[in-house]
């Protein structure tokens, strides 16, 4: 079952904070963070586990609640290259394949 | 380290017609996933291999749809024939192992008209 993701859409100021939400309706054992530009690849960035350990890149981190089968990605002081979607895939048994949310678009402007 | 390459990039077919994909993922990596993705919307995973074995395949439409990886290495994945709503970017990932960091490919963007 697909995730999904809130907001649909965030725009920011440079400095600014955001903070993204993955909820799924299964019980999960990991989720996937990956950040796609307009008309490239998408980019992973973090995977976190079951055990709700908390991962950082640079200023972006991300965080796992197992009971609520919800993954938040918390975008600090954000940059304009931190402009994009961003999606989150969902994985139920460590096995299964990824299955990802419809995303969040993101533009942080000057 | 060379990335996923994926050729062509771009292909405008009209509907009905056959069209294939190739992928040659990054050297080493064991699994190989072919996604369609349709404009504002997640990739949507159609194939799963593991080396050459077919991992989970349960969303490809198998009556127009088929993909091969021969030797384990390379990838190709066709569309027979064509529709309408087959147009969108088909991406080509590539893991270390299952369930790690997948890295994408650039993709190539389908148009059916």
């Known amino acids: 079952q697909q995730p999904v993701q809130s907001p649909q859409a965030v725009i920011l100021r440079e400095g600014e904070d955001a903070v993204i939400n993955c909820s799924s309706s299964?019980?999960?054992?990991?989720v996937h963070w990956y950040r796609q530009k307009h008309g490239e690849a998408p980019v992973f960035l973090m995977i976190?586990?079951?055990?709700?350990e908390q991962k950082g890149h640079e200023k972006i981190s991300a965080s796992f609640n197992e009971k609520k089968q919800q993954s938040s990605l918390y975008l600090t002081a954000s940059q304009l290259s931190y402009s994009g979607t961003y999606f989150c895939?969902?994985?139920?048994?460590?096995?299964?394949?990824?299955?990802f949310g419809k995303g969040t678009r993101l533009s942080v402007i000057a | 380290e060379a990335g996923v390459a994926q050729s062509p990039r771009y292909k405008i077919i009209e509907k009905r017609q056959s069209v294939a994909f190739w992928c040659n993922p990054i050297?080493?990596?064991?699994?190989l996933y072919w996604y369609q993705q349709i404009l504002g919307q997640g990739p949507k995973l159609l194939i799963q291999?593991?080396?050459?074995?077919?991992?989970?395949d349960s969303q490809l439409p198998k009556d127009r749809f088929s993909a091969e990886r021969l030797k384990g290495v390379d990838s190709t994945l066709k569309i027979q024939p064509a529709k309408l709503e087959d147009s969108a970017v088909y991406l080509c990932?590539?893991?270390?192992?299952?369930?790690?960091?997948?890295?994408f490919g650039p993709g190539t963007r389908l148009t059916v008209l």
């Open positions: 299964k019980a999960l054992y990991s």
């Open positions: 990932a590539s893991s270390l192992v299952l369930a790690n960091e997948q890295f």
């Open positions: 976190l586990l079951k055990g709700g």
């Open positions: 291999f593991q080396n050459n074995g077919v991992v989970d």
């Open positions: 895939g969902t994985d139920s048994s460590g096995n299964t394949p990824l299955v």
């Open positions: 050297s080493g990596h064991a699994t």
